[in-house]
């Protein structure tokens, strides 16, 4: 790659922590193609303004990770300023000469993946060094038409990322509606106040709610509302699968699969990559990761499967019920709460027999049915966008290598704002 205009590398130091601050990406943070901000380090300005002394990262640069692992790609972020460091390089095109986006889709080719992987050196973490990187040859049709490659390819990264946020965005209303009736107990309050009505809530419900609290072991509660264990709404579903027994194509989800904090499961792979001892699950039963669980990894199984053992699945006897228990496992009190009763220092763990015993608010079941019916179409909504993207996605890999060879050219429009296949 000769028509580079910086590569941004600061590599070899770690910067100090901060609790706040500036917020920094590494190699883990860089997967798929794209940048993953569950978990995040940050810097104070001050380190940042030390640190940043062979130039600033711009949005839509490269980032690509030169050990564990070595080749995964994205594109730098253009939502606030962050600092890059471990494990990690920005490259940036020369104008007019050589796309970032162009070279972001050439260097996740699975032809130029392969051959960064051939140069890998280290018999402990495979690394590459810089010139490994900037010594990588790719093809480079006119710029126009790596616009307009890039411009195919991103709009099906685009759809898949748009189905990603919609996902997100349903999640977080849902944890509000859940936190609102079932936490705060707001449409109690709002009675007690005198209102009529409650956003959301259909009137029948909102009708037969109390206008007064009660103590109760949690504390207040809604009056005529009960407190009871976890354990006595749901239960740990153990359907032991050994690797003799199962079809090689089975969806296989592992902890490495599940992201943090997002009850959205979009990743799997097929067992016939597994060989230990597994364990069953259907569509729509929850998935918590017991192996430290601080990793807040909670999600619902948008199909048929099998698991690591290191993942707790549990159903619930009811629709309504099984939604109202998501919410609560995938809640940051259930999680503290699940670490606090691990056992182990190095590889906490935690129980189904420790998680039953977690006290929940038990409303009458017409506003757990009605929590239901607002919730479960979100959750469905945010399934079938998986279903999709993944769709898209294998649509993107068919097309990418025949896109970067030539093998299937773009037409560069004039004003390289549309593009078509030919």
Wanted: neutral net charge; hydrophobic residues 40%; glycine residues 6%.
């Amino acid at each position: 790659m000769q028509n580079l205009s910086a590569i941004i590398d600061y590599r070899g130091k770690t910067p100090p922590k901060s609790p706040l601050g500036i917020p920094t990406l590494t190699a883990a943070n860089v997967k798929g193609g794209r940048i993953d901000l569950s978990s995040v380090s940050y810097v104070s300005e001050e380190t940042y303004a030390r640190w940043t002394t062979r130039g600033f990262p711009e949005p839509g640069d490269v980032l690509i990770t030169t050990e564990a692992p070595v080749g995964e790609v994205a594109s730098f972020p253009s939502d606030q300023t962050y600092l890059i460091t471990r494990r990690l390089m920005a490259l940036r095109g020369k104008p007019g000469v050589l796309d970032n986006e162009f070279l972001k889709y050439s260097l996740l080719a699975p032809i130029n993946r392969d051959r960064l992987l051939q140069a890998t050196r280290g018999s402990t973490v495979p690394r590459v060094l810089k010139t490994d990187i900037t010594g990588l040859h790719i093809w480079t049709p006119t710029f126009a038409e790596q616009r307009a490659i890039a411009g195919v390819l991103g709009a099906l990264d685009d759809k898949i990322e748009q189905n990603r946020r919609t996902a997100e965005g349903l999640e977080k209303l849902a944890r509000a509606i859940f936190r609102a009736w079932f936490v705060d107990f707001e449409p109690v309050h709002a009675k007690a106040a005198g209102a009529t009505f409650f956003p959301g809530m259909p009137p029948a419900v909102f009708d037969s709610l109390p206008t007064r609290l009660i103590d109760s072991e949690l504390g207040p509660i809604p009056e005529g509302w009960g407190v009871e264990e976890l354990g006595e709404i749901a239960d740990e579903v153990r359907r032991a699968a050994q690797p003799s027994e199962v079809d090689p194509s089975t969806p296989y989800i592992g902890l490495e699969h599940m992201p943090r904090r997002r009850t959205t499961l979009d990743d799997w792979e097929p067992v016939s990559k597994v060989t230990s001892n597994k364990s069953r699950f259907n569509a729509g039963q929850i998935l918590f990761g017991k192996l430290r669980p601080y990793f807040h990894k909670v999600g619902v199984a948008p199909l048929d499967g099998v698991c690591s053992t290191d993942i707790v699945v549990v159903d619930a006897p009811s629709e309504p019920l099984r939604t109202y228990t998501l919410a609560v496992v995938s809640s940051d009190e259930f999680v503290a709460y699940t670490n606090a009763c691990s056992t182990g220092t190095k590889m906490p763990r935690t129980k189904w027999g420790d998680m039953r015993k977690y006290p929940v608010t038990l409303a009458p079941a017409e506003v757990t049915d009605a929590y239901h019916d607002i919730v479960a179409p979100m959750l469905s909504q945010s399934i079938a966008g998986v279903f999709e993207s993944r769709k898209l996605a294998e649509l993107r890999d068919y097309l990418l290598p025949k896109l970067l060879s030539g093998e299937v050219r773009v037409k560069a429009a004039a004003n390289e704002e549309a593009y078509a296949c030919h």
